[in-house]
Structure formats: C-alpha cells, structure tokens
C-alpha cells in the first residue's frame, strides 16, 4: 500500500491539475478549470488547493474556497490508479476540519447528475442533495447541490 501525503498545491502543480480536472471531471465539457484558473485559487489566500501525492506523483486534489459562513468544494478528483485508497476521504476530511477549525459550518458543492458513484460517495460522508439546477454545466448536464454541516458528526460507517 503506497502512503499519501497532503499537501497545499504549488503553481507548479496548477497544469498537471488543469489537466486531471479535463480528463476527471470535466470529460465531455468544455475545459473551464485551466493552469490560470487553478493558479488564481492556489495564491487566494481565501482558497485552499490540496494535493495528494505519493512521491512525485500527484494521485488526487481538491480545491474548496472558503467564506465566512459557507465554504465551496469547487473540483475533487483522483487518479484512477489511486481509486479505492481512502485519498478523498482523506482530501474531504482534511478541508472540512479546515472548515470547522475557520468557523465556516456549512460546505457546499456541486456535481454532475449522472455521476452516482460521486453522490453515493459524498452521502456516505453525511451530504444531503439540497437541489438540482439543469443544465448547470454548459447547459449539457444537470447538477445536483449537496452539502454539509461539519458541527454534525459523519455518519457512523463513513467514519475512518
């Protein structure tokens, strides 16, 4: 089993995640997440980009801006190869205690409609769908809103 480590992003990471957001999230949409974009959120100090590495390799990332009553997961994804190692828990958890250390109770995000494994996952750490906005991305697809409040605990069997 390979040990991950999180980390903050660097500029230097912002291509090689422009990149996994294209082929991870973004997958039939226009590219919206580009090196700039992502670069702009790992210098706003009111935004954290977090990277999962192991060695050189970054095996997954996540970025969430925060606010003073609501914090946004903007994009989260791993690596394929990486899948099933507990690397988002890891990134979610690491941001939500951010969160909740900030006084920032409530994170928000959204996700493809189509994307069940993403909902399955994101209830499973105590997510609720709060609404779906169609044609959310690029009038393609729908969303679904999701989000928690990091003063509940998980639910027992996300616990870990």
Same mark, same amino acid.
């Given at each position: ?26 997958? /039939? ?30 095996? /997954? ?60 996952? $994101?209830?499973?750490?105590? $997510? ?8 959310? $991305? ?23």
């Amino acid at each position: 089993m390979q040990d991950y480590r999180l980390e903050p992003a660097r500029i230097a990471d912002a291509a090689r995640l422009a990149a996994m957001s294209h082929a991870l999230i973004e997958s /039939g949409l226009r590219p919206a997440w580009g090196a700039a974009r992502i670069g702009w959120y790992v210098r706003h100090p009111e935004s954290v980009v977090l990277t999962a590495r192991s060695d050189r390799t970054i095996a /997954g990332f996540a970025i969430m801006r925060y606010a003073d009553e609501l914090a946004h997961l903007n994009l989260l994804a791993v690596d394929p190869a990486h899948r099933r190692r507990g690397i988002a828990r890891r990134l979610v958890t690491w941001l939500e205690e951010t969160a909740l250390t900030a006084g920032t109770f409530i994170i928000g995000l959204e996700l493809r409609a189509q994307n069940v494994p993403a909902q399955d996952f $994101y209830r499973a750490l105590g $997510y609720r769908e709060v609404g779906r906005v169609p044609g959310y $991305y690029q009038g393609i697809e729908a969303a679904i809103r999701m989000e928690r409040d990091v003063r509940v605990s998980r639910p027992t069997a996300a616990r870990s």
